[in-house]
């Protein structure tokens, strides 16, 4: 089994910058991607971004440009590093983990003001 723990959440106003942290620990032998979805309300979860074999990286168009997703390897985290920060970016986000099985962290909430 795989725990996944975020951090660095929070209340921002718009246009304004937060970096979230992520955290693995557990019965890790290799982990193969990590990543961040997040779930509006009324919302289905979506994908944030996601790097795979730490060089890869693929982001939501709707972030593409604002947002940046970085892995330590040596210390199974990843992070995601939000600027320009929009009120729709609002959500709770996940950090997710392709560790032999995909695992989900509880989330970290965001919140952006106007």
């Known amino acids: 089994q795989v725990q996944l723990v975020e951090s660095g959440g929070g209340l921002v106003q718009a246009g304004g910058s937060l970096t979230l942290s992520c955290a693995a620990s557990?019965?890790?032998?290799?982990?193969?991607?990590m990543g961040w979805y997040r779930q509006a309300p009324g919302k289905q979860r979506e994908l944030v971004a996601l790097?795979?074999?730490?060089?890869?990286?693929t982001y939501a168009a709707s972030v593409k440009g604002r947002f940046s997703i970085t892995r330590d390897s040596a210390a199974n985290a990843v992070y995601l590093q939000m600027t320009g920060l929009k009120v729709e970016d609002t959500a709770v986000y996940y950090c997710?983990?392709?560790?032999?099985?995909?695992?989900w962290g509880r989330g970290t909430q965001v919140t952006v003001s106007s």
């Open positions: 997710y983990a392709l560790a032999g099985g995909n695992y």
């Open positions: 557990g019965s890790i032998f290799r982990i193969d991607g």
């Open positions: 790097i795979l074999s730490g060089v890869s990286t």
